[in-house]
């Protein structure tokens, strides 16, 4: 069982450049969400889905983008990247909206 | 507000010691959750919270739901090096979840 998978696993970028963090799920969850983790505050909601065509604002949103074209793919787009998006970057699905989530192993992003 | 408060924010402690970390908001929750999350992995879910005053048993990790549903807590019993991790508590409300910031937990042996 893949579950959810996230690559890159660790990414450098300088400032301004952009790239595209990829997640996919294979259990045919409806709900993904992007959180990114930042030592002592825990998980910040970035982005969410609660299925394919739709997407919504977490907390954390400004500077990055989804879409979701199919139920098994939910990437984050950084555009222009910045040193503050250093960060560890999680990918989560559920079969409910309410959980319990399924996490990826995360992509460690340092921007310089 | 969200907030989820985790306390405390480390604990190092000798193999075979018992613990407890707490989950406190100032409001009320529908659910809780909490996970555990080992270096260089993601979360792992260890159960979820329902009912007020609600007691669930996982093996050596007992945990509670407050009565008036604003608070959690886990306790372990005779903790190992394997229970070494960051332990999270979740809540969800309206399509998203909200995360505490944890509670660094090392067993030495």
């Known amino acids: 069982n893949a579950g959810v998978t996230q690559t890159p696993k660790f990414q450098v970028l300088k400032t301004g450049q952009s790239m595209t963090l990829q997640c996919a799920q294979d259990?045919?969850?409806?709900?993904m969400s992007w959180y990114r983790q930042d030592p002592g505050m825990g998980l910040r909601l970035i982005h969410y889905?609660?299925?394919?065509?739709?997407?919504d604002q977490g907390e954390v949103p400004n500077g990055y983008n989804v879409s979701r074209s199919t139920t098994e793919d939910f990437p984050l787009r950084l555009l222009s990247a910045a040193p503050s998006q250093t960060s560890v970057y999680f990918c989560?699905?559920?079969?409910?909206?309410?959980?319990?989530?399924?996490f990826g192993n995360g992509t460690r992003l340092t921007v310089t | 507000t969200q907030l989820l408060e985790q306390s405390p924010q480390f604990l190092s402690i000798q193999e075979g010691e018992n613990l407890t970390v707490y989950c406190n908001s100032s409001?009320?929750?529908?659910?809780l959750q909490w996970y555990r999350q080992e270096p260089g992995e993601g979360p792992v879910l260890l159960v979820t919270?329902?009912?007020?005053?609600e007691v669930k048993k996982l093996k050596r990790l007992t945990f509670q739901f407050g009565d008036a549903r604003k608070d959690s807590s886990l306790h372990i019993t005779a903790a190992q090096p394997g229970d070494t991790g960051l332990y999270l508590c979740?809540?969800?409300?309206?399509?998203?979840?909200?995360f505490g910031s944890g509670t660094k937990l090392n067993v030495k042996p």
């Open positions: 989560a699905s559920s079969y409910s909206i309410s959980g319990p989530l399924h």
């Open positions: 259990m045919n969850h409806e709900y």
């Open positions: 889905s609660v299925g394919a065509g739709i997407t």
């Open positions: 409001s009320v929750f529908s659910s």
């Open positions: 919270v329902v009912t007020g005053g």
């Open positions: 979740a809540r969800y409300n309206f399509n998203k979840f909200y």
